[in-house]
């Protein structure tokens, strides 16, 4: 067997064993291939993760294409039953006109219309038909789970959308609070500067300080617009202005060694197995090209019928039957054959590589996903202790303000850290959500608690 990280590529199956499993194969993948799921609805007024996952990858393009190139695997592997099994002719001729007088009484004696009927069944191909059939098998079955892979990533582009969302959503709250409270500032220097308790710098300040928290508002603003607009894009309908978005708290995730979720990663990323299957169809194609260096043998049977009238037995005047074994060996087609072995060769070489290549890559991104995580947990911890000692001191600023204790200036500055605070503790909240559905799409697994997919 050959061995690529832990992915391993088995040989060709006994050739006994490959009849029971293409046949049971096909039944059961195009079985699967006619059902379909109803598109599930997405409700306008209140959207769930969920539901906005579920109604997103149904409708995502790439879903799509998968699904399509998954029926064409099908096709083929159906195709590829077709020179196992008998092939059956009928053939009619009818005779209308001769220049040769021979020609013309054998018509005259036999009649002039010859049907014959034809059974052929190929016995050996150097087992070229059999391995065709195993790639083909190989093939669908690596289409099949490069469309798991599609949905995977469709779903973990839903979730990434989402969770932009309510970023934005958050983000507004924050800003729309800020400015609400940065206008009751502006109004309360105003009076303090008609009663000369300020100067009108202090009253300038807390203007100019508005006036940022109103553009803020409004890039928030924007900012949420977009990100409803990148839902729209992927569930394909419009959305009301005012949709709920439904939050979500932070996961419960158990604690995972780089090794289990390695493990994880390789027995479970669909874009793996369907990769190491096409490489397995690619080194059956290798034998197959082997065999074209074989001597083939088939069994034909043949009947023909010639009278006045297909349609009339009786007036049938000559029957003719016959059966033949024919055995053919093709001493040299140009290089042909040496020609597509060594492209079967290539492609098997190739395919081999691209799966060294994409377990490499993989593991950096579980390398990367499993550190930002980490760094994340943590980030979200500062910013919480964070926030509560801004949400502490603007309100001491405050009643120290109203005493006269502080100046405007210190005030503001008090504000300005409490929004910003605030502005990074959401960031972080949805941050460390975003690098647990990462670390689940690298691993293709559910690692949060009590959660489905």
Known sequence: MTTTGTIKIPHILPLFTITPIITISILLISIGNMAYGETPTLNQSTITLNNFV???????????I?????????????????????????????????????????????GDHNTQLSVSMSLF??????????????????ASDSLVAAKEDARFNAQTTYIAALRAQDNLKVA??????????FANSQN???????????????????????????????????????????????????????????????????????????????????LSKSANAQTSLVY??????????????????????????????????????????????????????QTSMANAYRAKHQLIALIQTMRTQLKTSLETYSIRKGLYTTSQKKLETATLSYQDASRRYKEGVITQIQLLQSFTNLVNSQREFNNAKYDIILSIFQLERATQTVLRVDAQR
């Open 176 to 185: 729309r609070e800020a400015e609400l409270m940065s206008k009751e500032q």
């Open 192 to 274: 303090l500067f008609r009663s000369g308790l300020i100067t009108k710098t202090e009253l300038l300040n807390s203007e100019v300080n508005y006036l940022a928290s109103q553009q803020n508002t409004s890039l928030a603003q924007l900012n949420y617009n977009s990100s409803i607009y990148n839902m729209e894009n992927l569930v394909l309908q419009t959305l009301p202005y005012n949709v709920a978005l439904t939050n979500i708290p932070i996961p419960r995730v158990n604690n995972y060694s780089y090794s289990q979720l390695e493990e994880m990663m390789i027995n479970n990323r669909s874009e793996l197995i369907a």
């Open 288 to 341: 197959r090209s082997i065999s074209n260096f074989l001597p083939t043998a088939g069994l034909t049977y043949t009947k023909s019928l010639q009278g006045d009238s297909i349609a009339s037995p009786g007036d049938l005047l000559d029957q003719q039957e016959g059966v033949a074994f024919v055995i053919n060996f093709d001493i040299f087609k140009g290089f042909a054959n040496v020609a597509n072995q």
């Open 66 to 110: 998968a699904e399509a190139d998954h029926r064409s695997a099908i096709g083929q592997l159906i195709g590829g039953t077709s020179p196992l099994l008998p092939q059956v002719s009928i053939r009619d001729t009818q005779f209308l006109h001769s220049e040769t007088p021979a020609q013309a009484a054998l018509i005259e004696t036999q």
């Open 125 to 142: 191909n150097g087992f070229g038909n059999v391995i065709g059939l195993y790639a083909a098998y190989q093939g669908a079955s690596a």
């Open 54 to 64: 579920a109604v997103a990858t149904e409708n995502a393009s790439n879903v799509r």
